[in-house]
């Protein structure tokens, strides 16, 4: 049987973000699980990546959930989660890319008398995929990348003096952008074992009063192009490891029925799946199986 090819599990919560990465995945199918959350996978050209994108939709509840049954699914060897942000930095600029070096989710504490103790969550970004990332962009000069933190929380921030604005400068000043599904998928990819994972955002808007102007623009598809690019980057670096796995079922490609289900024909057994102890012996009969 040949190796499977590896699997880069790469999410995205909007449309424009999905659009933005799919441009450079060639050779397109769609699986659908079981449960009707869809992929489309196929190859990254140039590399042995074989890319799944998937487009989960807002909040990070939302993407811990299906990060999981999509890591469960596909067996990846790295999950990216992709797409546009807020800046909470001066010098973090609209069309500027941040590579979570770790993700904060913001609203974790204790409310006493005295007022709310915050009591941190921060998950770390893969140092491999960071490393890859970093060596990436050092050549590309259309980019402008920042390695720093990134907040996670279920808000659009569009009011920099806002409590909640005070709030993450006061106890996550060191975060560079806000968005909304990043610890949710990084945590699912921890929990899962030893998985690579990392956040990539573009920078959008300001996290301030200007943001509808910002998104008017044109600014949120200029951001998802420049997180999109490096992430490809990121992936022609970053090498799969060797005797890779994948899924030990295959998907159902196409639309109508959804599920696992696979057929094998030919002259082969598939014994995937299975632990042998010694020889194993095998007859072919011709025209009666």
């Known amino acids: 049987m040949p190796e499977p090819h590896p699997i880069v599990l790469v999410l995205t919560a909007l449309p424009l973000e999905y659009a933005a990465v799919r441009a450079y995945v060639e050779d397109r199918q769609e699986l659908v699980h079981t449960d009707g ?3 489309e996978q196929g190859q990254l050209a140039d590399t042995a990546w074989q890319v799944a994108i998937s487009e989960l939709g807002v909040g990070a509840d939302r993407a811990a959930a299906l990060t ?18 807020g800046s909470l930095k001066d010098d973090v600029e609209i069309g500027d890319v941040v590579v979570g070096t770790q993700v904060y989710e913001i609203y974790g504490g204790k409310q006493e008398p005295q007022g709310f103790l915050v009591r941190p969550k921060a998950l770390p970004g893969s140092h491999a995929l960071e490393q890859a990332a970093r060596s990436a962009v050092r050549d ?25 604005a005070r709030f993450i400068r006061s106890n996550y ?18 929990l899962s074992g030893q998985l690579n994972a990392l956040v990539i955002r573009g920078i959008s808007d300001r996290a301030d009063g200007d943001k509808r102007n910002a998104d008017a623009s044109g600014s949120q598809q200029r951001a998802a192009k420049q997180a999109a690019l490096v992430t490809v ?12 796995d994948s899924s030990e079922e295959e998907p159902h490609r196409g639309g109508d029925r959804g599920g696992y289900g696979a057929t094998y024909g030919g002259d082969h057994i598939d014994f995937r799946g299975g632990t042998f102890h010694g020889p194993v ?3 072919r009969v011709d025209g009666r199986g």
Do not use: C, Y
Not at 146 to 159: E, N, R, S
Not at 173 to 190: K, R, S, T
């Open 37 to 39: 959350t869809r992929v």
């Open 68 to 85: 999981t049954q999509l890591i469960n699914w596909l067996h990846p060897q790295a999950v990216l989660f992709v797409g546009v942000a």
């Open 140 to 164: 590309m000069a259309d980019v402008r990348a920042h390695f720093m933190p990134i907040a996670t929380g279920d808000v659009v921030l569009a009011d920099a003096e806002s409590e909640i």
């Open 173 to 190: 000043n060191d975060a560079g952008a806000i968005e909304m599904e990043g610890f949710g998928a990084l945590q699912a990819a921890h």
């Open 233 to 244: 980057a990121l992936l022609r670096k970053h090498r799969p490891r060797e005797g890779s």
């Open 281 to 283: 012996v095998g007859k």
